[in-house]
C-alpha cells in the first residue's frame, strides 16, 4: 500500500507506488504552526465558535478562497514543489497562488449530503458557469494533481476522505473510448462508482501540514464526522502550464507517473 515521503527528495518506490495506488502522502509538507496560521484567519469567517461544541450546528461549512500569506506559503513550500516536479514533470505546471475553497466539516449526527464517490472534473461542458456539466477525459485536460492539504490533525474519526485506491487505473480504462470530449462529471461518477468498488479502501489521515498527492483519476469521496474537533482540508488542483497539460502519446517518451498511470489504465 501507499507509502508516505518524509525526505526531501520522492524515492523511485515512492513513484512506483503512486502509479500503482493513485496516491502520495507527502508527511510534514508544510509546517505545522503554518496550518494553526490558516485556521485561525478560516475561524474568523465561520459563524460557529471555536471553543464552543455547542455552536457547531452543521456538519459542513464551505468557504471562499484563501490567498492571504500563510495559504500562499503552504501551497508554495520547496518539497512540494519538487514533488509536483517529479510527478508532472518540471515546467509542466502552474504554481499555486493559494489554497482554493474549504470544506471545514464539525462533528455531527447530521448526513453531510455531498460524501458521494467521485472524480473531480477538470474542464467545462457546455456550460461552463453548471459544475456539473464539467468533464474529464481520458488525457486529463486541465488538471495534474487533486491534492489533499490538511490543515488540522485528521485521525479515523475526524471525517478523512475516503480513496479506493488503484481505481485511477480503472477510470482511465472508462475513459478511453471517450475521445477528447470524455464524460461530464455525473456520467463518470456513476460509472466509476461500479468499475471501482473491488478496489481497497484508504482513509486520508494525517497530521497538520501532511498532503495529499492524488492522480486526478482517482475515486474518492467525503464522510461523516464522529470524532471531536472541527476538520479543515484544502482540495485545490495542480493545473498545468497554458499548453504543458498531460498527454498519453509523447514523441520523445517523457511521460511523467500521472501520465505513466493513465497509460497503465488503457493498456500502453
Avoid at 86 to 93: D, I, N, S
Avoid at 211 to 226: G, N
Wanted: aromatic share 8%; charged share 25%.
Amino acid at each position: 500500500m501507499n507509502k508516505s515521503t518524509s525526505e526531501s527528495a520522492i524515492s523511485g518506490e515512492a513513484v512506483s507506488d503512486f502509479v500503482e495506488n493513485g496516491f502520495l502522502r507527502v508527511a510534514g509538507a508544510f509546517p505545522g504552526d503554518v496550518a494553526a496560521e490558516c485556521r485561525e484567519i478560516m475561524w474568523r469567517d465561520i459563524d460557529e465558535e471555536a471553543d464552543a461544541p455547542a455552536t457547531w450546528r452543521s456538519p459542513v461549512v464551505r468557504l471562499g478562497a484563501y490567498g492571504q500569506e500563510p495559504f500562499r506559503a503552504a501551497a508554495d513550500s520547496p518539497r512540494l514543489r519538487a514533488a509536483f516536479d517529479v510527478l508532472a514533470g518540471a515546467g509542466r505546471w502552474a504554481p499555486l497562488g493559494g489554497l482554493g475553497t474549504f470544506p471545514v466539516r464539525f462533528p455531527s449526527d447530521q448526513e453531510p449530503g455531498d460524501d458521494g464517490w467521485h472524480v473531480d472534473a477538470s474542464f467545462p461542458g457546455d456550460d461552463p458557469g453548471d459544475f456539473m456539466s464539467y468533464r474529464v477525459n481520458v488525457a486529463s485536460r486541465g488538471r495534474w494533481l487533486l491534492m489533499l492539504f490538511l490543515m488540522s490533525d485528521v485521525g479515523e474519526d475526524d471525517a478523512p476522505t475516503r480513496i479506493r485506491a488503484g481505481s485511477h487505473l480503472d477510470v482511465a480504462a472508462l475513459l478511453e473510448a471517450e475521445g477528447d470530449d470524455g464524460l461530464a462529471f455525473m456520467d463518470l461518477a456513476g460509472r466509476a462508482v461500479d468499475a471501482t468498488e473491488h478496489r481497497p479502501l484508504v482513509t486520508a489521515t494525517g497530521r497538520a501540514g501532511d498532503v495529499y498527492l492524488c492522480h486526478p483519476f482517482l475515486v474518492h469521496a467525503a464522510q461523516p464526522h464522529r470524532g471531536v474537533e472541527p476538520r479543515f482540508m484544502a482540495q485545490p488542483p495542480l493545473l498545468p502550464k497554458p499548453g504543458r497539460g498531460p498527454g498519453i502519446e509523447r514523441a520523445d517518451g517523457a511521460y511523467s507517473p500521472v501520465e505513466a498511470a493513465i497509460r497503465r489504465g488503457i493498456g500502453r
